[in-house]
């Protein structure tokens, strides 16, 4: 039986769940179940603190995990991100209040409060910079308000939490973030199980980033629709009853989808629709 460590709360617990889901897999129906057994997927979930996934993984006691990019470095545990999944996206960064500091040059000798002590210890000392960092458990923007750093070192999404607290951010961003599926460092590379969990997420992603197209256009077109849908192979083309038209059916990026449909429309395509995509392997 696989066995897959899941965030139990926070940014990546419910997008986690939702995707586990999608992708047809049992999930818990109350938030403080801790653990539960997929029988017909031979898969066993446990709901973890996300900051320590990386470290039930890296142990080998658990095979797989779903955590922060962000989390697994911080943990400094031996595991390895194997699937980005493209939700809880984040920057991490400096902030301060304006005029505090510009760049990472003005931290030396500078307190940093944070939640990530392990990648902003690294970071500094990767540039040389001599700062104390304290580490606290969360809400860090108020760290600077109550006296306990000059500067923090925080997620950053939209930006609110900086703004609701008179902070900017300031100097290159330290990392970018996003949910990652990760194994231990050294596991064995190509287990069929893990393969096919992975395939599995892989079609929910493919399912959320491309639509089905279909449309008919005349065969004197048909090497200029194709060159703006090739699809992923190569796109399926029918013949229709009325002679000289073919059907045409191709998958598409959904976020250029509208600008195709205008573009197969400037040369002649009719009857263009698209349709969701639910589930796929590819
Ligand atoms: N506002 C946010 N937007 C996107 N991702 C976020 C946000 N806040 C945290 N994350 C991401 O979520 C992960 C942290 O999860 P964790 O559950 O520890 O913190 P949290 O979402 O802030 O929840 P908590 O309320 O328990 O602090 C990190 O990978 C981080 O990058
Ligand atoms: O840029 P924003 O969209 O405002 O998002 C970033 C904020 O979200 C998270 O905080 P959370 O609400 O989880 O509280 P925490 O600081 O206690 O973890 C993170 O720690 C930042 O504070
Ligand atoms: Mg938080």
Not at 43 to 65: H, M, N, T
Not at 81 to 95: D, E, M, N, W, Y
Not at 185 to 196: F, I, S, T, W
Request: aromatic fraction near 6%; include cysteine.
């Amino acid at each position: 039986m696989l066995r897959i460590a899941v965030p139990n709360k926070g940014s990546l617990s419910g997008p986690a769940a939702e995707m586990l889901h999608e992708a047809g897999y049992q999930q818990r129906r109350e938030s403080k179940e801790l653990r539960i057994v997929d029988p017909e997927n031979e898969v066993e979930f446990f709901y973890l603190r996300p900051r320590d996934i990386a470290i039930y993984v890296s142990s080998g006691k658990l095979d797989i995990g779903i955590t922060g990019r962000d989390l697994l470095i911080d943990s400094g545990a031996s595991a390895e991100t194997i699937l980005p999944l493209g939700f809880a996206r984040s920057t991490f960064r400096f902030a301060g209040k304006p005029g505090t500091a510009a760049g990472i040059a003005d931290l030396a000798g500078k307190t940093v409060a944070t939640s990530y002590e392990g990648i902003v210890a690294k970071h500094l000392a990767d540039n040389g910079i001599d700062a104390s960092v304290v580490h606290l458990d969360g809400a860090v923007e108020t760290a600077i308000e109550l006296g306990v750093a000059e500067v923090i070192a925080d997620v950053v999404e939209t930006g609110t939490s900086l703004r609701n607290a008179g902070l900017e951010v300031f100097g290159d961003p330290i990392m970018k973030s996003e949910a990652v599926v990760i194994r231990r460092v050294g596991a064995e590379a190509d287990e069929p199980k893990v393969q096919q969990f992975l395939r599995r997420l892989q079609g929910v992603l493919v399912a959320r980033t491309y639509v089905m197209m279909d449309y008919d256009c005349r065969v004197e077109q048909l090497e200029k629709a194709v060159a703006l849908t090739p699809g992923l192979e190569s796109p399926t083309v029918s013949p229709l009853h009325n002679e000289g038209w073919v059907a045409v059916r191709a998958m598409v990026p959904s976020k250029e989808a509208q600008r195709i449909m205008d573009d197969l429309y400037d040369i002649g395509a009719r009857a263009i629709l698209t349709t969701a995509i639910h589930a796929c392997r590819l």
